[in-house]
């Protein structure tokens, strides 16, 4: 386990966590960063960058008044790619419901796949 402060870097800290995470970490290891809230959409913002790069968000939590820290668990290539494809999957059959759905609304009801 690793813990990075990256307080210092005030808003521009996703380039440097992402970049740690790769570099500095160990496929299964976890690091704790550490950075400033400013406004709240950085805690939004670095959740959906952890997941955009394919590692495991395992909290996400206040430190003090001005401060949060994120822990996270950096996976395999392997893995990232199975979670991709899985989520991709899901989104696929979600959209091909959600159009059913939609479609079986009117007189005629018919399945749309795209393809």
């Given at each position: 386990m690793k813990r990075y402060d990256?307080?210092?870097?005030?808003?521009?800290?996703?380039?440097r966590m992402g970049e740690l995470i790769?570099?500095?970490l160990?496929?299964?290891e976890v690091g704790i960063f550490l950075f400033e809230v400013g406004d709240f959409s950085h805690i939004q913002k670095s959740a959906d960058y952890i997941k955009e790069l394919g590692?495991?968000?395992?909290?996400?939590?206040?430190f003090n008044e001005v401060d949060w820290t994120i822990v996270v668990k950096r996976l395999?290539?392997?893995?990232i790619e199975k979670r991709r494809d899985e989520a991709n999957r899901a989104e696929e059959e979600t959209s091909t419901k959600t159009e059913t759905k939609r479609l079986s609304n009117g007189k005629i009801?018919?399945?749309?796949l795209a393809g």
């Open positions: 990256l307080r210092h870097l005030k808003d521009d800290f996703y380039g790769e570099s500095d160990r496929v299964g590692h495991e968000l395992m909290n996400s939590l206040k395999d290539r392997a893995t009801s018919f399945l749309y």
